[in-house]
């Protein structure tokens, strides 16, 4: 008979063995740096079920070249220093390739990790400085903010919009695309009326309401994270606010429709993805996220997704795994979603890891993100 | 008995200094990260174990190092010269800190550090100027001492090493000295310390103000180590890990921020295995340790003797 302290040995190794994720040797290793604590978590959430998503998909269809994926999901916890610990741990385990982080400031950290181990990384950043610093092995997986603001801007013209308030989270994201944002309102002559900022994590909005409507712009512009978007939205209905609002992805996203529920109707923007997207290609992946996790996918869901069928989609290309090939191939490609399917659009690429594709103006009615026109993408002006 | 622990103390500085030699880049950055806390740990177990003083202000200083090594090093400054500017920079800073515990104590000083560590974060993300903001500042520079280049991994863990071993032997004399004793008053008896002539408004500063010092050299290999810094990681809640750091590990307990910064650093890496609910189960374990061991996990030895009279 085991005595007590031989049991609790063997069942503490036992969970640890069970825990351990098991690895067949011809199986391709894929690490996730994701955001799946901290303020990332909802965004990191999205994200990893579109991974989720895709590698059962690519699983099941025989896999990349005949290999299965393996993912590994890591949580960099929303912290830097962490999100650098998990680029470090996924160099030394050697996966093909690295997904995420999507903070930028998660992205800053490791990509200089996985450039030095030459690994291609598939980020859902957006700040515009990402791509500027000469990384050879970044690719992203939605549009800049210095690519999607320009449209958006280009909207507020054709509305009618002369002046605006402009309503951003204080972190690396708001504030690149406050600066991206404001830049483009001088170069076409839309007055800033209000320049509000916003801590990440706030919770009462009301003060910003009634600084944004004392300001008497024309309309308001904000951009925040989702939970901040759909509180502030929740905020101005509050308060009676009838300025028409503004934002670029997250603002309609379907994250932040469901948070505010109808406090977001009325609100428009420009998205960069969305699954309602007019595209069936998008709209059957809506169906499938939804009857997989029960709730639907926002723009994070279709950047995870999209990032490993990109990976299938080259190294199938390639007929090898060769991430300098992998790299090389990505850069200044174009891949038609008409081949590839789960890329779900057309997409190409620059040199500097940058991606460009179709997007999308829209409004949301009756709690429901309508896309009202579709912008075709920057090189196809 | 004595030599017997020198013996010990110097086969574990070895064993420390040698073993992480045969980590890959993963174990040897986690357990540099583990120094650097131990190093701020140390400071603030001056501040709160030793003299009795509450703070919630460590990640402020642990932030003031690192942006001093951050904005120097990429000015081409030695750290030569970074390292001793982060801890007087934070010295005199942890000096005005001192003030608000002449007038209150516990949670009231807990919240004046709390607002403190607010103000600095506020700065650091607001002076774009010189702090990049919420951008942060990139690609810090690895530090060059004398020729030496510390850049990989394994030299960075050395350097950050030795720096612990001279800062503990710092802390280790001054506590063994006459301050040593008169923090130890100031924390049991303040009325009493005084009383036999020991000048508690100056080693109620000195504890705030040498604690931060030690804060701002952590700092100034942390900024190195990660090779980025934005203002997140010097929030309040970075100071509450310190808090816990201390206290999980043996407040007041030479070697206590130590297994602390075991806990909060590494605990939550070897739970990895537990995937998704590995900070669930890091949650209900601190729960469980508070519980049964609020004297941190280095009075378990006293616990059990205590069990057995």
Redesign the interface.
């Known amino acids: 008979m085991l005595n007590r302290r031989a049991a609790l040995t063997l069942g503490t190794a036992l969970a ?1 063995s069970a ?3 098991v690895q067949a040797a011809d199986d391709v290793l894929i690490i996730d740096n994701v955001e ?2 901290g303020p990332g978590v909802t965004s990191g959430s999205q994200w990893k079920m579109g991974v989720d998503l895709a590698v059962g998909e690519i699983n099941a269809a025989g896999g990349i070249l005949g290999r299965k994926i393996k993912i590994q ?3 960099n ?5 962490i999100a ?2 998990v680029a ?2 996924a ?2 385990e050697d996966p093909y390739v690295m997904l995420g982080p999507i903070f ?2 998660d992205v ?2 490791s990509m ?1 990790v996985t450039e030095n181990a030459e690994m291609p990384i598939f980020i859902g950043g957006e ?1 515009g ?1 990402l791509t500027t ?1 000469g990384m050879k092995y970044l690719f992203r997986s939605s549009l800049n903010q210095a690519s999607a603001m320009p449209k958006l801007a280009n909207y507020l013209v054709k509305s009618g919009v002369k002046s605006l308030a402009v309503v951003w989270g ?3 994201f ?3 695309g406050r600066d991206a944002m404001v830049k483009e309102m001088a170069t076409r002559g839309i007055a800033l009326a209000a320049d509000i900022s916003t801590e990440p994590g706030q919770m009462d909005f009301s003060a910003v309401v009634v600084n944004a409507s004392k300001a008497n712009a024309d309309a308001i512009f904000a951009y925040m994270n989702e939970e901040e978007c759909a509180r502030f939205l929740i905020a101005l209905k509050k308060l009676g606010t009838d300025k028409p609002v503004y934002g670029e992805t997250v603002l309609v996203s379907q994250k932040v429709i469901e948070l505010a529920g109808p406090a977001a109707n009325g609100a428009k923007g420009h998205v960069g993805l969305s699954v309602d997207a007019p595209n069936p290609l998008v709209q059957e992946f809506g169906r499938k996220f939804e009857a997989a996790y029960k709730q639907k996918s926002d723009h994070n869901g279709i950047k995870g997704y999209t990032s490993v069928h990109l990976v299938k989609a080259v190294t199938e290309k390639l007929g090898k795994f060769d991430r300098k090939a992998l790299a090389a191939a990505i850069h200044g490609g174009s891949f038609s979603a008409k081949t590839n399917p789960g890329l779900l659009m057309d997409v190409s690429f620059d040199e500097k890891g940058d991606l460009d594709r179709e997007s999308y103006l829209a409004e949301v009615r009756n709690g429901q993100q309508v896309i009202t026109e579709t912008l075709p993408a920057v090189g196809k002006k | 008995m004595k030599y017997l622990r020198w013996v010990a103390l110097l086969a574990v500085s070895v064993a420390l200094y040698f073993a992480p030699g045969q980590m890959k880049s993963y174990g040897l950055y986690i357990t540099t990260l583990w120094v650097v806390y131990w190093i701020a740990g140390v400071g603030l177990n001056l501040t709160v174990g030793y003299a009795g003083q509450i703070s919630l202000g460590q990640g402020a200083f642990l932030g003031i190092g690192a942006y001093t090594a951050a904005v120097l090093s990429k000015a081409g400054v030695s750290y030569l010269a970074i390292f001793p500017t982060a801890a007087l920079v934070c010295f005199a800073i942890g000096l005005l800190l001192g003030f608000p515990a002449l007038r209150v104590q516990h949670h009231y000083l807990a919240f004046a550090t709390l607002g403190f560590n607010m103000l600095v974060f506020l700065f650091l993300r607001n002076e774009e100027w010189l702090t990049g903001g919420t951008f942060g500042l990139n690609n810090i520079p690895r530090p060059v001492i004398f020729d030496v280049r510390f850049t990989r991994p394994l030299d960075f863990y050395h350097l950050s090493f030795v720096v612990l071993v001279v800062m503990g032997g710092v802390m280790a004399w001054l506590l063994r000295s006459p301050w040593g004793r008169a923090f130890a008053a100031l924390r049991d008896n303040p009325i009493r310390a005084e009383s036999v002539g020991i000048n508690t408004t100056f080693y109620t500063l000195m504890a705030f103000a040498i604690g931060a010092a030690y804060g701002g050299v952590a700092g100034a290999l942390f900024a190195p180590l990660v090779q980025f810094v934005e203002p997140a990681p010097f929030s309040v809640a970075n100071s509450l890990s310190m808090l816990l750091m201390v206290i999980a590990g043996g407040s007041g307990r030479f070697f206590g921020p130590a297994v602390g910064a075991v806990i909060v650093v590494l605990l939550p890496e070897w739970l990895r295995v537990a995937q998704d609910w590995y900070l669930a189960i890091f949650g209900v374990l601190i729960v469980l340790m508070m519980v049964w061991l609020p004297g941190g996990l280095l009075s378990l030895p006293d616990r059990l003797r205590g069990r057995r009279a």
Request: glycine residues 8%.
């Open positions: 640890a825990a351990l994720p799946l604590s999901h890591l949580d916890q929303s912290q830097a220093q650098k610990a470090t741990k160099v030394d930028s400031g800053n950290v200089s700040a400085n610093q204080a972190n690396d708001g504030k690149g």
